[in-house]
């Protein structure tokens, strides 16, 4: 996912809003969730040293992302992409380089931005780290419609 440009939230394309994402810092590697967060549960019991084994809890898959703002100086266009992040409810998020994973996410957290403050020019030195929480530990797949099939009797 880190590897695409572009990306699609709620249904609308980041070229849109003219923010990609970017990679700040990672030293030439991309760095992403590879399974869910998960967690252990047992159950102790007096004068045993072995727990019972009960079950495994999985977190929702969360990640950061970076994204790259141009023309951040315009007012009206942090206010639509504030308005296009700041969701009420899980969206659907995809990356250029997977749209058949679909991950349903919110943004959440503390979200940052970080500029030159030049604000009278046209600049491209602006970026905004924000954190994504998905609804699951899984990404989900697009609907395809299935095949006519036949039975005989």
């Not at 315009?74 to 679909?102: C, G, M, V």
């Amino acid at each position: 996912m880190q590897e695409s440009m572009v990306f699609s939230y709620d249904g609308q394309s980041s070229k849109k809003f003219g923010v990609y994402l970017a990679h700040v810092g990672s030293g030439g590697l991309y760095q992403e969730p590879f399974l869910p967060q998960r967690k252990i549960v047992e159950k102790k019991i007096a004068n045993r040293e072995k727990p019972y084994f009960q079950t495994i809890e999985q977190e929702p898959l969360q990640f950061p992302m970076t994204i790259v703002i141009h023309e951040w100086d315009n007012i009206h266009t942090k206010r639509q992409i504030a308005r296009w992040l700041f969701q009420d409810y899980y969206k659907p998020l995809y990356f250029e380089s997977n749209p058949e994973r679909i991950y349903y996410a919110l943004i959440e957290g503390t979200s940052e931005i970080f500029h030159n403050g030049i604000t009278n020019q046209n600049t491209e030195n602006a970026y905004i780290n924000v954190n994504v929480r998905c609804d699951s530990p899984y990404a989900y797949t697009p609907e395809y419609p299935l095949p006519n099939i036949q039975f005989r009797d």
